[in-house]
């Protein structure tokens, strides 16, 4: 007999923001529809089999933040030319996806987040085609794993529905039908446990590997250090979401806490800043004895990067033979490093995960915890730490 279980639902009203919201955060505002107030209520009332896991536990931890159905223009092209998908009807096991446009970071936790709840919950996992071939990019991923555009013709029509419409009466959509999740899942207590499997998912591209491999020796060898310490610091558009939980963008004072924690615990380490806006982190970051990221200069092919680490690149890698991807090479670095400083987000959340050295996160830097941030803190990852920034 399973103990009593209370759920408690929480609705966060969203505030008009002034400032230009980020497209990510445009697409999420726009997702936000109703509460699960009756499906909770129903489940209640039903025993549950499974003390560490239960719907009752995912309708409470996902929210109700519906995903739009995106599909590629090519893929339909495809369709309808060369009539290569099939009906998803009641002969059809239903399938869980994500309609996903994020980046990176978030199409690594929704692919992630699919695999692990779609075990969970009978349901077999489906990826779109823009999903697939972005993380084709980077990782040496299976290249006839196929999109669900490429499979169905029909994955936005009437058999489109809501996990939690699932959840409610699973019994009832288990054959002809498209379950689709919240927007920007990212279930880190699902999949944590599976993160050796994972790992071997997000093998990096070897050309890739070796970029940030490559830094990270030019790193050690600059400092004369024993291990390297990723700082990502996260700008851009994030700033704009943080408000809309009250949230504000964390300061030097957090880093210098965390820069001093990690000296603690390292007594020989280089600290690399890696960032979306590697130009405003310098100035931020002036005082600093730190190095940066090459990543946007390689990219762009500009001047901008230390005479040793080119030397070394031109040694072992030929840079030239293919367009460069900065935010791949980043993402390389941080995969990479010993140690992790983090701000907020999936991207960085994603290299410290697959690096399995120690992290430190900022917390109390908002009114009420954005969902990412929250799923981070409840994971309770064992290397992982927390800089309360409320106290500066």
């Not at 009756?38 to 009332?45: A, F, N, T, V, W």
């Not at 491999?213 to 943080?242: E, F, M």
Request: charged fraction near 25%; charge should be neutral; aromatic fraction near 10%.
């Amino acid at each position: 007999m399973c103990n009593k279980i209370s759920i408690f639902l929480f609705v966060f009203n969203f505030l008009n923001i002034n400032s230009k919201n980020s497209k990510c955060m445009e697409n999420y505002l726009s997702s936000k529809k109703g509460s699960l107030r009756s499906e909770i209520k129903r489940y209640l009332q039903k025993p549950i089999q499974d003390e560490e896991f239960s719907i009752l536990n995912i309708l409470e931890e996902i929210g109700s933040e519906n995903s739009p159905c995106i599909t590629t223009e090519d893929i339909k092209m495809q369709q309808n030319n060369e009539k290569s998908c099939k009906i998803m009807d009641e002969k059809c096991a239903s399938i869980l996806i994500d309609f996903n446009n994020g980046r990176l970071g978030n199409l690594m936790s929704s692919y992630a987040s699919v695999v692990s709840l779609s075990a969970k919950i009978n349901l077999q996992p489906a990826f779109t085609y823009r999903l697939i071939s972005k993380l084709q990019k980077v990782f040496s991923m299976p290249h006839h794993l196929k999109s669900v555009e490429e499979i169905y013709c029909n994955i936005c029509g009437k058999n489109l529905i809501p996990l939690e419409k699932y959840l409610t009466e699973p019994h009832s959509y288990t054959h002809g039908y498209v379950v689709y999740t919240p927007a920007y899942p990212n279930y880190l207590h699902l999949y944590k446990s599976d993160l050796d499997k994972f790992k071997q998912t997000f093998k990096l591209k070897p050309r890739i590997q070796k970029l940030g491999a490559t830094v990270i020796q030019w790193a050690r060898l600059k400092k004369d250090a024993k291990k390297v310490v990723c700082v990502h610091n996260r700008l851009g558009d994030y700033p704009s979401h943080l408000k809309a939980y009250g949230g504000k963008r964390v300061d030097m004072e957090y880093f210098a806490e965390a820069i001093t924690r990690m000296k603690q615990q390292h007594d020989s380490a280089a600290f690399l800043v890696v960032s979306d806006d590697i130009e405003a982190s310098r100035e931020m970051f002036a005082e600093d004895d730190i190095l940066f990221s090459p990543a946007t200069y390689l990219a762009k092919n500009t001047d901008n990067i230390d005479p040793e680490l080119m030397k070394i690149i031109n040694n072992e890698i030929d840079i030239k033979t293919e367009e460069l991807d900065a935010t791949a090479i980043d993402f390389s670095i941080l995969a990479q490093c010993e140690a992790n400083i983090n701000t907020y987000g999936t991207f960085g959340m994603w290299g410290a995960l697959l690096s399995q050295g120690p992290a430190i996160y900022p917390d109390n830097f908002y009114k009420n915890p954005p969902p990412d941030h929250q799923e981070i803190r409840e994971a309770s990852i064992s290397k992982w730490t927390f800089v309360d920034v409320d106290k500066f």
